[in-house]
C-alpha cells in the first residue's frame, strides 16, 4: 500500500536518487552551488542527488514545483534569497509562501554581489560608472535573471539609489545573463560572486565593486562599494536548502545532516571559497537558522522593495 511505502522510505530512505530543483539555467550561480553540494550530499546519503533545471519567472516557476512536490525526501529545492524572499513582496499572487510551505535543511552559501559591467563599457572606476550610468540610462541594458531573482532585487536596490531607469532585460539565470554580459549584448549587470569569479580574472567583464564590508579573497582586487564610493550600495545573498512542507522529520534530519557534512568537507569547502562563496558556519547553519533567515529577509526585503518602487 502507498502507507508502507511511505513508512518505508521513511525508515530505509534514501532508497532512489533524490531529485535537486535548480530553479534557473544551468551553469548559474545557483546551479553552481548546488551541483558543489549535492556531490557531497550524495556521498553520504548513498543515493545521487540529480540535478533538475527548471527555469521561468525568476526562479518562482521551479519553487512552486517544489512546493507541490510530494514531500517524501525525494524532491528538494535550492532556492535563494530571491525565491525564498524578495519574490514575496514582487508577486502579489505567488503561488507558495517561503515560510510556510517548505521545511527548511540549511543555508549552503552566502553569495556576495557585485556590480558588473561589459569589457568595454566606457568608465574605470565605479565614480566613473555611477556618472555614466546616470547620464545614460536610457539607452542603457541591464541584464537580470527575472523579476524577483537575486540579480533584479539587488540591480533593483543599485537603481534606485543611482534613480536611474535602464532597459531591464530578462534571462532565465545569470549563467545566460554572464555570457550576454561577455559578449556585450548588455551593458550592465549585478550579480553573485560565485558566477563571475573566472570572467572578472580573465578579464571578460568589468568589475567595479562589492558589495560587502570586506574585499573577498576570490577577487582581492575589487575594490568594496565603500572604498569605490557608494557606500549606501551593500547587498548580498544566499543560497538555501529547502523540502516540501511536511517531509518527515526523519528525513529533515539526514539530508540537515548531509548538507552540514557537505560544508564540513574540505574539497567542497574549498570549490565553494575558491568561487567567493561566504561559507555559513556555527549558528548559522541548519534548518533552525535557514526558518529565521527566511523570515528576516522577506521582511527586509518587503521593506527594501516598497521603498525602492516599481522597477521594469
Ligand atoms: C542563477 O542561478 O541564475 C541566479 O541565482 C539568478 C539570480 O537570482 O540572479
Redesign the pocket.
Known sequence: SAGAAFAQGTNGYPTRPITMI????AG????VVARIVGDHMSKTLGQQVIIENVVGA??TTGATRAKRANNDGYTVIMG?M?THAAAVPLYPNLAYDPATDFEPIGVAAGTPILILAKKDYPAKDLAEFVKHVKANSGTLNMA???VG????TTCLLLNSILDVKPTAVPY????P?MNALVGGQVDYMC??IV?VVSQVQGGSIRAYGIATEARNPALPNVPTTTEAGLPEYKVS?W?AVFAPKGTPQPVVDKLADALDKALNDETTRKRLLDLGSDLPEGDRRGPKALGQLVKSEVERWSKVIKAAGPGN
Open positions: 535548480v530553479p534557473f539555467a548559474g550561480p545557483t546551479d525568476g526562479g535563494h530571491g537580470h535573471a527575472g531573482s537575486v540579480s533584479y532565465n539565470g545569470t549563467g545573463a550579480d553573485q558566477n545573498a543560497n
